[in-house]
């Protein structure tokens, strides 16, 4: 495992150790699952947008209604 030193604010820094004590895990441990749950909401994103890329025209609902016949 690598360590690594960050600063954080003030605020972030109260929060950690808060939920150190109460939890009895070690500050590290909500750092990691914050990274974590950080580049799953960013792998989310790129593929909305790989897969917005590949579905060539969008419509509007107004639009998406006339095609389909609904107006």
Do not use: C, H
């Amino acid at each position: 495992m690598v360590s690594i030193n960050i600063e954080l604010p003030k605020k972030i820094e109260s929060q950690l150790n808060y939920l150190e004590i109460i939890s009895k895990r070690p500050k590290s441990f909500f750092i990691q699952e914050a990274l974590k749950r950080y580049w799953e909401d960013m792998e989310d994103i790129r593929d909305a947008l790989e897969s917005k890329k590949d579905e060539g025209k969008t419509y509007t609902t107004e639009e998406l209604s006339q095609e389909l016949g609904l107006k």
